[in-house]
């Protein structure tokens, strides 16, 4: 073997690439393009491995993302559903009372016409019952001068109440010669009799069962009592 001598260079070489040893990495240079880097032979292996559980995850990631957005839609929607609830129920309320307000005041109004309606009858019954009085009167003022009114109230009397004989009519003697002179073909009378303690206008009928109060004064008394009652008397009564 010959002895290295100190100072000279000493160049090494790598020994020749076998067929199983592994390159060490070479740095690019400038300027290169890297190829397109291939998969992993070792992933793609675990891809194909795992395949079946990563479509289990994803399919229930999928189905968990699912079931979450239903709740979160479903929360969302009963919130807004109770909101318009109590939107509702505040709107029906407002229209209950504003109606119940409606009602009772339209119950307050009919309570005040019918008292006002009460009212007016009440003022004007009196003086509705003055006027008929004094229509009455008027009327018995107009009669027929060629008849007896006295001899009219008797008749109607007499067929009103049915009266049967025997009749007696007693009468003012200046009333039966009244009577005298304008009835003198009339049956009726016969019934009549002049009656001395008699005033103009009465009519006393004597029947079967008892005596009946034909007067004028009495039907005109009768007439203002059943249309115009007034505690103050008969100042009030037009025409009497």
Request: proline letters at 5%; charged letters at 20%.
């Amino acid at each position: 073997m010959n002895a290295k001598v100190p100072g000279h260079h000493t160049v090494l070489r790598q020994p020749g690439q076998g067929a199983g040893g592994r390159r060490l990495p070479v740095m690019a240079a400038a300027g290169s393009v890297d190829p397109v880097a291939t998969p992993s032979p070792a992933l793609e292996v675990l891809r194909a491995t795992f395949a079946q559980e990563l479509a289990d995850l994803h399919q229930q990631s999928h189905a968990a993302g699912l079931a979450l957005a239903r709740t979160e839609f479903a929360k969302q929607a009963a919130t807004e559903l109770a909101q318009q609830q109590q939107a509702w129920l505040k709107k029906e309320a407002a229209l209950r009372e504003a109606l119940e307000s409606q009602r009772l005041q339209l119950v307050e109004m009919a309570s005040q016409l019918e008292k006002q309606g009460s009212q007016m009858i009440a003022s004007m019954t009196p003086a509705v019952g003055r006027l008929a009085l004094a229509v009455v009167v008027r009327l018995l003022g107009q009669h027929a001068p060629g008849r007896s009114l006295v001899a009219d109230m008797a008749r109607q009397a007499i067929e009103e109440y049915q009266l049967q004989a025997p009749l007696r009519i007693r009468i003012a003697a200046l009333d039966y010669a009244t009577l005298q002179a304008c009835m003198q073909d009339d049956p009726l009378l016969t019934l009549f009799q002049p009656d001395a303690a008699a005033t103009p206008g009465s009519c006393l009928i004597d029947h079967g069962i008892g005596q009946l109060d034909a007067g004028l004064d009495t039907q005109l008394a009768a007439i203002k009592a059943l249309l115009a009652p007034d505690k103050r008397g008969d100042a009030n009564v037009a025409g009497v």
